[in-house]
């Protein structure tokens, strides 16, 4: 069963920073597009970034110029460098990815269990 696990959330002053990682576990699969999203208490789940197989990225407007998605293919590994955090980032940040199990090719969704990000002084 593929599975995506994530880790790097904590407690954080405001204008601190964090560094959160997304890798696979499990059965082994292709990955192709991966993105964040946040869910903070009370709130429908957003999303935040997305990184391409080519390692295209685009922002949610209210991160963008704070925070970098970037991935190691190698390593099937998505992370998300979070800069100059605030309040209002804290959530439980998820990745997803698209994927495929080999030899099938047809594509599938698949989310980790989400890490908490808190911001407080």
């Known amino acids: 069963q593929a599975q995506l696990v994530e880790s790097g959330g904590d407690l954080v002053q405001p204008g601190g920073s964090l560094r959160l990682s997304c890798a696979p576990s499990?059965?082994?699969?292709?990955?192709?597009?991966m993105g964040w999203y946040r869910q903070a208490p009370g709130k429908e789940r957003e999303w935040v970034a997305s990184i391409t197989e080519d390692a295209d990225t685009v922002y949610a407007d209210s991160v963008k110029g704070r925070f970098t998605v970037s991935r190691d293919n190698a390593k099937n590994t998505m992370y998300l460098q979070m800069n100059s955090l605030k309040p209002e980032d804290t959530a439980v940040y998820y990745c997803?990815?698209?994927?495929?199990?080999?030899?099938?090719?047809?594509?599938?969704?698949?989310w980790g269990q989400g890490t908490q990000v808190t911001v407080s002084s």
């Open positions: 499990g059965s082994s699969f292709r990955i192709y597009a």
């Open positions: 997803k990815a698209a994927v495929s199990s080999p030899p099938l090719t047809w594509r599938y969704d698949i």
